[in-house]
């Protein structure tokens, strides 16, 4: 019953996702191929509309992707969809872990896309005197060294896993805007849950040692002050390794207690 689960949360939430990513991609590639088009100054006419097209799909895919989870979530286990999700034989945990790796199939693809969008902002911005040739070397140069791909990788890799724990967020506060106890303004209270989630998870962050705000900001004036790229990616290693530890724990305990919550207080009614 959990790749049915799935199966249906994927297919239910595929028109959107599709025709959002599909117009994402296609700014994507129009930036890049504006610039690998040109090697002169002619490229500089459609660039900032293309680059500027890049950037607000990246905050439309990203808000997209929040505020669709949250619905969708909602719709299925507490809207019109409710009562027919809690007559399937499936136990309460494969339910909420068949919508969270639903959703992080689709986070997953939003990551790419803002990734190539990214990717298609920094290669169509590059001055006109620099050329294709050039860029990839220079790229192929900086990928050679050990420290940055290391850094690069935590760094995607951090992202990637932020997404996954705002879901699971997501998935805690609109279960506790739901509860039996809230009657009306079940969405309101959802979002205020949301805030109040993201608030308290930052300030259980401050109380660890290494990930605290004094600590990073010290961190990050200190390695800024070497002037030495190197250094400053091992630096950020040392950052992002507790980090994605943190991450992993919260999303755990969210998703659990989201199952419990669902499962002792989510009735047919």
């Known amino acids: 019953m959990l790749g049915k689960v799935i199966k249906h949360d994927l297919r239910a ?4 996702y599709i025709v959002a990513c599909a117009i994402a991609l296609l700014f994507a590639l129009a930036a890049a191929v504006n610039r690998a088009g040109h090697d002169d100054f002619s490229y500089l006419l459609l660039a900032p509309f293309w680059i500027t097209g890049c950037t607000v799909a990246i905050l439309v895919l990203v808000i997209l992707f929040l505020v669709y989870t949250a619905l969708r979530y909602q719709k299925s286990m507490y809207g019109s969809e409710g ?12 339910l909420i872990a068949g919508k969270f790796i639903a959703a992080a199939v689709w986070g997953f693809i939003i990551w790419l896309l803002c990734g190539l969008l990214c990717f298609s902002i920094l290669y169509g911005s590059i001055a006109p005197s620099i050329t294709k040739e050039e860029f990839w070397r220079e ?7 050990a420290d940055l791909r290391n850094t690069l990788f935590l760094v995607v890799v951090t992202l990637f896993l932020s997404i996954l724990e705002q879901v699971a967020v997501i998935y ?12 009306r303004a079940n969405g309101i209270l959802a979002l205020v849950f949301y805030f109040v989630i993201t608030f308290a998870e930052g300030k259980i962050t401050d109380l660890i040692p290494m990930l605290s705000q004094d600590t990073l900001e010290s961190s990050m004036n200190y390695l800024i ?19 994605i530890v943190a991450i992993l724990c919260f999303t755990a305990v969210y998703l659990v207690i989201s199952g419990v919550l669902v499962k002792k207080y989510t009735s047919l009614q």
């Open 83 to 94: 009562y027919l999700t809690f007559t399937l034989p499936v136990r309460t945990a494969e």
């Open 225 to 243: 002050s070497l002037g030495d790229i190197i250094e400053f990616s091992r630096g950020l290693q040392v950052f992002f390794v507790p980090s």
């Open 172 to 183: 805690l506060a609109v279960t506790l805007g739901h509860l039996p106890c809230f009657r």
């Open 13 to 16: 939430s595929s028109p959107l």
């Open 139 to 145: 790229a192929a140069n900086l990928w050679a060294m």
